[in-house]
């Protein structure tokens, strides 16, 4: 049973910076993309970051891009989500996820990923 712990939200005024992090338990997540996705109240989920397997691939959802990185720590089987220019926009319940399948270069749809974190509140006010 994989589990999945997001920490790193909280409270941030427009323009900052937030680092979040996704830490997995149960199994090792090396040979599995990983993502991010995040929800606001009354919107559908949306997905915001995912990295390959090897880490050599990384995708972007449209608005985060040159502004979020994503990146994975295999040693501590952790993945982040380095967040900067933060705007109102971006709040929301941030998400993890990690991939059903291995050996996965590219995934970006919700209904790929097998298994998923509790979330954390990342709130940006203007």
């Known amino acids: 049973q994989v589990q999945l712990v997001e920490s790193g939200g909280g409270l941030v005024q427009a323009g900052g910076s937030l680092r979040l992090s996704c830490a997995a338990s149960?199994?090792?997540?090396?040979?599995?993309?990983m993502g991010w996705f995040r929800q606001a109240p009354g919107k559908e989920r949306e997905f915001v970051a995912a990295?390959?397997?090897?880490?050599?691939?990384?995708y972007y959802g449209d608005s985060m891009k040159g502004r979020f990185t994503i990146s994975r720590e295999n040693a501590k089987n952790t993945v982040y989500l380095q967040m900067n220019n933060l705007k109102p926009e971006d709040t929301a319940v941030y998400y993890c996820?990690?991939?059903?399948?291995?050996?996965?270069?590219?995934?970006?749809?919700?209904?790929?990923?097998?298994?998923w974190g509790q979330g954390t509140q990342v709130t940006v006010s203007s």
């Open positions: 996820a990690a991939d059903a399948k291995p050996f996965r270069q590219r995934v970006e749809v919700a209904a790929d990923f097998g298994f």
């Open positions: 990295i390959g397997w090897t880490s050599s691939n990384t």
């Open positions: 149960g199994r090792t997540l090396n040979w599995y993309a």
